[in-house]
């Protein structure tokens, strides 16, 4: 559970973002759709591949905003109505909710949530009204400040950089210089539980800017494709070998993703398996393990973070923190994607893993978010 009474601050110290989570994913919506307040319209930007659901037509801000006033107001907190409220709003709709509940009520929503609630009910249902930009922005400052860099801590970094649109990670580096007084490259470059290739390499992908042509996807060049395929080829390959760092940074850090997803294809055409096959045959190697998580990111994101959710609840406790983030991270952007791959990998479903590993009002909320099984 994250420390909350720590981050307020920093979280107050982000200025006005102008709906930066228009550039949440690569599916975004468009402007005037995104920007829209409660009604049809805003009940229409619900990404495709989402598994929110909001009212149509929603109540206005302010109709929100008093409604969650009545549910922390008096002796007891109204715990179901916060989860009905927020987590039945898209990311639009929750950003004019805080603007016009501080307007009424001179405090931040984030605030009252803060102290009317409380453990991984309180943590989930923070992050999820967070301004997704100033969310990753958060997450990855508590990631730098592990005290190991453990893969799962290493993942957010990633995540933040490969699985989302070029603009979006713009907005989290302003989010996040806004947050700390600091570059979210810098503190990636000058963080001592990385060394090199590996920090070389989470620099490259959290400064880049990845070209997204008219269409969407960008350009493909089918001979770049050939040719780094081979070199892609040539750094992984060798057992009991370093995997060759710099070939993998160039690469990966700066292609495009529909280039990225052509070269992989064209690994996969020559050798006959994929590099993510090959990559899990390094065990140990903790690059390895990182370009594998970026690569998925980058071209199939829904893979990656099921293996998240299944990851967090495996074992003998669960971890929270990374359960919360994969499903409040996805909620809005392809988590109906993440649930059918969930359920072809694990022969389970994220639902019944929810509900099996998590309980009370934060067992609701992720729920609420994950959407019905179909």
Known sequence: MCCWCCCLDCIHNIPPLNLLFLHFSPHSLSPSAASAGGGEEAAAAVAPMASISVPNPAPSPTEDAESIRKAVQGWGTDENALIEILGHRTAAQRAEIAVAYEGLYDET????????????????????????????????????????????????LVEVACASSPDHLVAVRKAYRAAYASSLEEDVASCSLFGDPLRRFLVRLVSSYRYVGDGGGGGVDGELAIAEAAELHDAVVGRGQALHGDDVVRIVGTRSKAQVAATLERYRQEHGKGIDEVLDGRRGDQLAAVLKAALWCLTSPEKHFAEVIRTSILGLGTDEEMLTRGIVSRAEVDMEKVKEEYKVRYNTTVTADVRGDTSGYYMNTLLTLVGPEK
């Open 109 to 156: 929503l984030l605030d009252r949530l803060h102290s009317e609630l409380s453990g991984d009910f309180r943590s989930a249902l923070m992050l999820w009204t967070m301004d997704p930009a100033a969310r990753d922005a958060k997450l990855a400052n508590e990631a730098l400040k592990k005290k190991k860099g453990e893969l799962r801590h290493i993942w957010v």
